[in-house]
């Protein structure tokens, strides 16, 4: 099984602030990696897939990288909506492990 | 545009059954691969099956083989999740998901509102 590895686990920001989140693959998955945004009480949302495409919809302060073990999630001007838990998850092989989640929250 | 509507909430005792179930509309379930997610408090996301249709079958995690069964009613367009044998770790919200491919490459775009399932005696 490929776990997922999510650094850091929580993270204080300003809004304005340009955050960088990363995701580590127990082995080289390729580009086959998904990120996305959780808000309390509500289901998961796609923010990007295959690594680094934008979900039609999503904000393009959003941007993914990364190939291979190693994936970065950047949102390159935070705005106060933005505040909430981030999920990485690899979609090369069965099963679908997400990363443990970074919960961005408000400094 | 695919909706999925979830059951609702429930209170069950150890060692008991649920069965959630997810409602598809917008789409036929034919259409669609659906997977069950759950997220147990405060905790992260956990994957516990789906139907691939690359193999046209049901694959379960291992964690959970032997406890979940995940059925479809095509006639209703409805899915279901039956977990058995429950205890108080299995308290959690359960979403129902779709996933699909996009130039090779899957993902869970639709989920459902969740539904959430307590084990407690």
């Known amino acids: 099984d490929i776990q997922m590895t999510q650094s850091p686990s929580s993270l204080s920001a300003s809004v304005g602030d340009r955050v960088t989140i990363t995701c580590r693959a127990s082995?080289?998955?390729?580009?086959?990696l998904n990120w996305y945004q959780q808000k309390p009480g509500k289901a998961p949302k796609l923010l990007i897939y295959?690594?680094?495409s934008l979900q039609s919809g999503v904000p393009s302060r959003f941007s993914g990288s990364g190939s291979g073990t190693d994936f970065t999630l950047t949102i390159s001007s935070l705005q106060p909506e933005d505040f909430a838990t981030y999920y990485c998850?690899?979609?090369?092989?069965?099963?679908?492990?997400f990363g443990q989640g970074t919960k961005l929250e408000i400094k | 545009q695919v909706q999925l509507v979830q059951s609702g909430a429930e209170v069950k005792k150890p060692g008991a059954s649920v069965k959630v179930s997810c409602k598809v509309s917008?789409?036929?379930?034919?259409?669609?691969?659906m997977h069950w997610v759950r997220q147990a408090p405060g905790k992260g996301l956990e994957w516990m099956g789906g139907?691939?249709?690359?193999?046209?079958?049901?694959i379960y995690a291992q964690k959970f083989q032997g406890r979940v069964t995940m059925t479809e009613d095509t006639s209703t367009d409805t899915a279901y999740m039956e977990l058995s044998s429950l205890r108080s770790e299995d308290t959690a919200v359960y979403y129902c998901?779709?996933?699909?491919?996009?130039?090779?490459?899957?993902?869970?775009?639709?989920w459902g509102q969740g539904t959430l399932v307590t084990v407690s005696s």
């Open positions: 998901a779709t996933k699909i491919a996009v130039a090779g490459s899957w993902y869970f775009d639709y």
């Open positions: 917008g789409y036929t379930l034919t259409e669609l691969s």
């Open positions: 139907f691939d249709p690359e193999d046209g079958e049901t």
């Open positions: 082995q080289s998955i390729s580009s086959y």
């Open positions: 295959a690594a680094s």
């Open positions: 998850q690899q979609s090369y092989s069965t099963p679908d492990f």
